[in-house]
């Protein structure tokens, strides 16, 4: 007797079957977010200065909100992993390039993948100056430990973006670096990331074309929901939505790309099927309202479809595909890029996730097309 | 249907886990205090290695505030996305329907039985005095 198994088939990237590997040669996959971690916060100490050292191992951080050395919900998994992406010698997945060759990049077919590291990154500290010396040497580490060692790795220009003069400082050092490919921001910083205090990065990233990332997450000190500190995990996960759709409407409502045309930014692992109805609403303000925000020439919709591209993990999973392929229709194929997370227990493999009935073109599309020309990987 | 010799059942100590090959396919074989059960390794979700994953139980609550952990150490959690899947039944937990992992009937036999056949034992020796885990695959 046997149990019915509703896709017995499925290629998978942790199988071992041949099948399963044939079938996913066919798709190459460019990854727009992949974390690499320090194994400690030992590993950076070579690209940090004796005065930034010292004040980590006398002071420590001066984060913007509580629990800063901890976790702010627990994360259902060793620090948010897969559990079989923890290295054989343990410690942080991502931390090991030769496993991570063989279970993320060999195994998911990867040809690019921009890295976005989240962890001793010092991002949103609020001592401008530490968060830009970590900021630095977070930068020297992926291209030392990482790009220069694997040529499918792409480093991402790390900024201390609560201070823009510093992060503009750090994107004129490395954005005519071959190895960086975009440049990073979290969503919730100490204000929305439309107003104009910000206006130098993007000012920088058009300038060298480099399009700009907006991860999940945060130390603004501001909870993902805008109702309050949630309980559980679920909710701040849930809530990232929440979070991304308030940052985007700075953007588009302030006027950002109408000040810079060919500012290109990424919304990294919001998850996406929200993202039609908040640029229905927009739109609709914008019709009733527009004298407010007199500098948009165009319904706010325009801005983000020109500007905005989104990451499709975490993936969304309707019962029936066919809600899927609508709100693929209504973003616009062309808008979606595939993210995996590894190696974060919320990981999309890209043999399984995204529905066959799209058909190979678009599935090569989000998969890899869309990325390797914002990117411009050639 | 053929029946495969997969472990002796020392091999696979209470409360242990051991992946084998049953034609080709990854199978994971579960002891739940001396009761064995196999499952394919491949989560019917996105292909997660359930050999990797958690082994835990059932926290459940019958009204907001009560709680009841039940059925330790039968219970796996994918170690992708955390899908908990009934090792007994191969059934998810929270769509027991249509999420769940195919299992394979599981029979001790003893060594002297197994010897005589019909079985495929191609990967190691099987002695008179041993039991052996088979799988009907």
């Given at each position: 007797m046997t149990t019915d198994v509703r896709t017995p088939n499925r290629p998978s990237a942790a199988g071992s079957s041949t099948v399963a590997r044939a079938a996913q040669e066919r798709y190459k996959v460019i990854d727009s977010d992949l974390h690499p971690s320090a194994r400690s916060l030992e590993d950076l100490k070579p690209f940090l200065s004796k005065r930034w050292w010292d004040h980590l191992q006398t002071y420590g951080y001066r984060s913007r909100q509580g629990l800063y050395q901890g976790q702010v919900y627990p994360k259902a998994a060793p620090f948010a992993h897969r559990r079989d992406a923890i290295p054989p010698e343990g410690g942080f997945g991502g931390s090991n390039l030769e496993f991570m060759r063989s279970q993320y990049l060999d195994a998911c077919n990867i040809e690019v993948a921009i890295m976005s590291p989240l962890n001793f990154?010092?991002?949103?500290?609020?001592n401008h100056e530490l968060s830009a010396a970590l900021a630095r040497a977070i930068n020297e580490w992926q291209v030392e430990c990482w790009t220069r060692l694997e040529p499918r790795l792409r480093a991402s220009i790390v900024v201390p973006y609560e201070d823009t003069a510093l992060s503009v400082e750090e994107i004129e050092r490395w954005a005519e670096h071959p190895h960086f490919a975009q440049i990073l921001l979290l969503t919730r910083t100490s204000e929305p990331l439309g107003r104009r205090r910000f206006w130098p990065i993007y000012e920088a990233a058009q300038k060298h074309g480099l399009p700009v990332g907006i991860h999940v997450f945060g130390a603004s000190g501001h909870p993902t929901s805008p109702a309050g500190w949630p309980s559980y995990y679920m909710e701040d996960m849930t809530s990232h939505a929440a979070a991304c759709q308030g940052m985007l409407a700075s953007f588009a409502l302030e006027g950002v790309f109408e000040r810079f045309p060919g500012l290109k930014i990424i919304n990294i692992e919001g998850g996406f099927a929200w993202l039609p109805a908040f640029e229905w609403r927009l739109d609709k303000h914008w019709e009733r309202m527009r004298g407010e925000v007199p500098h948009l020439k165009r319904p706010p919709s325009e801005y983000l479809r020109e500007g905005l591209r989104i990451s499709t993990q975490p993936f969304e999973e309707p019962e029936n595909p066919k809600h899927l392929i609508d709100i693929f229709e209504w973003i616009g194929y062309d808008r979606l890029l595939f993210a995996t997370?590894?190696?974060?227990?919320?990981f999309d493999d890209p043999a399984t996730t995204l529905p066959r009935q799209i058909g190979p073109e678009r599935m090569q599309q989000i998969l890899s097309g869309n990325a390797r020309k914002l990117y411009r990987l050639g | 249907m053929a029946r495969y010799v997969v472990a002796s059942v020392d091999d696979i100590g209470i409360g242990e886990r051991k992946l084998v090959d049953v034609r080709g396919r990854p199978v994971v074989v579960f002891n739940i205090n001396g009761e064995f059960f196999a499952l394919l390794d491949r989560c019917p979700h996105q292909g997660g290695s359930l050999c990797a994953g958690k082994m835990t139980g059932l926290v459940e609550a019958g009204a907001v505030g009560e709680f009841k952990y039940s059925r330790h150490g039968e219970i796996v959690r994918c170690p992708w996305h955390g899908w908990e899947f009934d090792v007994r039944t191969g059934k998810s937990y929270c769509n027991p329907e249509r999420l769940r992992v195919r299992q394979f009937p599981v029979t001790l036999e003893a060594g002297a039985q197994v010897v005589e056949g019909p079985f495929v034992a191609e990967t190691f020796q099987v002695t008179v005095e041993d039991k052996y885990v088979v799988i009907e695959a």
């Open positions: 990154t010092g991002q949103g500290d609020d997370d590894y190696p974060h227990w919320d | -």
